[in-house]
């Protein structure tokens, strides 16, 4: 069935990095446009990030642009997500999730990853 | 800064019908902003219930459905059942490959 699992969340300390993966299967990954998206403790969903299916095309929100990095490994049916200079308002659980394209919604999520950042 | 707005909180009697809307803090919803709704229950990853404006996910009952009403994309539940409440979020496409989700609006049923 089709699946995206999440990985590599934690506790880290402010300014440090973290690296999240999600693991995609049941599906033709490389067809399709992958999105990050965060829910901070009893806040509402935030877009974080969407790469093309090629990768070729990234896109941030304001609110993590120059410290987020997405990417993708197509041989390996993986999406990642490098969060550098981390914050403390990046404390938030981070759901991967497809769409069929850029302009199409999302239409498969993951369970998602939490992270916490904390001194 | 373009703000997604959605109404915090409704509530609606079981059967009943309610209608969960999504605005601009500049502007009017159109179909270009490919509008779509997801549901959420405490703990759990978001469902998608419909796509650009009015396309249901497979699985999604048809008494969910999507439109623009005026200026605003709308979710309208018609014969709400008690496991309809949850919270429910709406995202817009901006352009440039930018999304950007409102608030959420708490739908109570009772």
């Known amino acids: 069935q089709v699946q995206l699992v999440e990985s590599g969340g934690g506790v880290v300390q402010p300014g440090r990095s973290l690296r999240l993966s999600c693991a995609a299967s049941?599906?033709?990954?490389?067809?399709?446009?992958m999105h990050w998206v965060r829910q901070a403790p009893g806040k509402g969903l935030e877009w974080v990030a969407l790469?093309?299916?090629?990768?070729?095309?990234?896109y941030f929100a304001d609110s993590v642009k120059g410290r987020f990095i997405i990417s993708r490994d197509n041989s390996k049916n993986t999406l990642s997500l490098q969060m550098n200079s981390l914050r403390v308002e990046d404390t938030a659980v981070y759901f991967c999730?497809?769409?069929?394209?850029?302009?199409?919604?999302?239409?498969?999520w993951g369970q998602g990853t939490r992270v916490t950042v904390s001194s | 800064q373009t703000v997604v707005t959605q109404e915090p909180s409704f509530s609606v009697s079981p059967g009943g019908t309610v209608t969960l809307t999504c605005g601009l803090s500049?502007?009017?919803?159109?179909?270009?902003?490919?509008p779509s709704w997801y549901q959420q229950t405490p703990g759990q990853a978001p469902r998608t219930l419909i796509s650009?404006?009015?396309s249901r996910s497979s699985g999604v009952p048809d008494r969910f459905s999507g439109s623009i009403l005026g200026n605003k994309a709308a979710l309208t539940i018609t014969g709400a059942q008690a496991d309809d409440e949850s919270d429910y979020y709406c995202?817009?496409?901006?352009?440039?490959?930018?999304?950007?989700f409102g608030g959420g609006t708490k739908l109570t049923v009772l």
């Open positions: 999730a497809r769409s069929a394209s850029p302009v199409d919604a999302v239409d498969i």
């Open positions: 995202v817009l496409y901006m352009g440039s490959g930018i999304w950007v």
């Open positions: 500049s502007g009017s919803v159109s179909t270009s902003y490919y």
């Open positions: 049941g599906f033709t990954f490389s067809s399709f446009a």
């Open positions: 790469i093309s299916y090629d990768g070729s095309k990234e």
């Open positions: 650009s404006t009015n």
